[in-house]
């Protein structure tokens, strides 16, 4: 077994996932190793702050070479950054809130609604977009202006 050099560490368990999906592709081992600090969380459980990107040493130049050539193309390009992310990103899982039953989605459903596949009720999968300009329209209301609307015309 080769000696292994960590190449990368980050907070996000998604972006080290992605960067050894990536060495991997271009015929890179590599491997995400989680370190856990000494936080924990209210289970008691505890909890991975940092996330190292490790290659064989002798995979070592190469794979900074590709990371940094692909970091410079991303940032040349910042629209297609939010999509490569959003691709990237591992299964979702979300709990139907009518009917209890937790199912996994591909990332590239995450901030999706989609039908619940036990009681078929839409379920929010992930993180929903934040709208600013969220307005509620009362079903109830909205009909009955429409009727008192029809009547105002059959009846001037």
């Known amino acids: ?13 998604d972006l080290a996932e992605a960067c050894v999906r990536y ?3 271009q015929g890179i081992p590599a491997e995400v190793i989680p370190v856990a600090t000494e936080n924990t969380s209210s289970l008691g459980l505890a909890q991975t702050s940092e996330h190292i990107v490790s290659v ?10 590709l990371l940094q050539a692909a970091q410079q193309a991303l940032q040349a390009q910042p629209v297609q ?16 809130d009518r009917c209890g039953q937790t199912t996994t989605f591909p990332g590239t ?16 999968v992930g ?18 202006e429409s009727s008192e609307e029809e009547d105002t015309e059959a009846n001037p």
């Not at 989609?114 to 009681?119: F, H, N, T």
């Open 81 to 96: 950054i939010d999509v490569g992310i959003n691709q990237l990103k591992g299964p979702v899982k979300a709990t139907c």
């Open 109 to 124: 459903m995450d901030g999706t609604t989609q039908e619940c596949p036990q009681c078929f009720a839409f379920m929010d």
């Open 127 to 144: 993180t929903l977009p934040e709208w600013e300009d969220w307005n509620v329209i009362d079903v109830e209301e909205t009909a009955s």
């Open 1 to 13: 077994m080769s000696e292994r050099s960590p190449i990368l560490t980050t907070d996000s368990s």
């Open 56 to 65: 064989d040493s002798e995979h070592t130049a190469r794979a900074v070479m």
């Open 23 to 25: 060495l991997e592709e």
